[in-house]
């Protein structure tokens, strides 16, 4: 079936570390990717998106980069911030029965440390 | 632009009581809508979707229901309230995706944090 799965949190950095979070996925057809972030007490917000293989997607710093061959979609940044602390889920999306069909990963917690 | 509400924001029930949650969304026409939930310290449950007004689809049986009486209008329910419930209710909308290059991201709702006591 389809799926997505991350890696395991909580991931713990100092200010200005290089971040790698892992995805990968299982999907029939051709899914999209995305990046969501949640903050404390607050909904989802995407933070990234790709349509197609090898499609980079990027925003405030983040990217990842859709590897069909490897089915992954990991996200880096290259100087984490406190202000990045916040749980990060990895999902797809699918045309399945009329509509889309959103499949997310656990999520993953990331604490920032000064 | 489009935006979506849902509240409440917070809400504390007791256990066997109903439960109604609203979620509207603006901007858009025809939105996929969907509720998921999120248990404390974990991922993203649906429970719900809708590609039409009275079209529901369950995802995983439960203590819950869903309505859509109007376009951009998504209620989640319950005649009574287990404390299993309790958790972090999120509501969602997405355009329908017709061919492969199509947005299909979901933008979500501030969420509602139910606690049943």
């Known amino acids: 079936g389809n799926s997505v799965t991350q890696m395991e949190g909580p991931v713990t950095l100092s200010e200005e570390a290089f971040l790698t979070i892992n995805c990968t996925y299982t999907a029939t057809g051709y899914p999209s990717l995305f990046w969501y972030v949640q903050y404390p007490g607050e909904g989802l917000q995407l933070l990234l998106k790709?349509?197609?293989?090898?499609d980079k997607g990027s925003n405030k710093g983040f990217e990842a980069t859709y590897r069909k061959e490897t089915t992954s979609f990991h996200l880096e940044k290259g100087s984490v911030q406190v202000s990045d602390s916040a749980v990060y889920f990895c999902a797809l999306s699918l045309l399945s029965g009329g509509y889309n069909k959103l499949i997310f990963g656990a999520g993953t917690r990331l604490a920032v440390h000064p | 632009s489009q935006t979506i509400h849902q509240w409440p924001a917070t809400l504390v029930q007791p256990v066997g009581s109903p439960l109604s949650l609203e979620c509207t969304v603006e901007g858009t026409s025809n939105p996929n809508l969907y509720w998921y939930r999120q248990a404390a310290g974990r991922g993203l449950q649906l429970l719900f979707y809708s590609v039409g007004i009275g079209q529901i689809s369950s995802e995983v049986p439960q203590n819950l229901s869903a309505s859509r009486p109007q376009d951009r209008q998504f209620i989640l329910s319950s005649k009574k309230l287990l404390l299993s419930d309790s958790g972090f209710y999120l509501c969602a909308w997405s355009v329908l995706r017709v061919h492969r290059a199509a947005n299909t991201e979901a933008f979500f709702g501030q969420g509602t944090r139910l606690t049943v006591v």
């Open positions: 790709a349509t197609k293989a090898d």
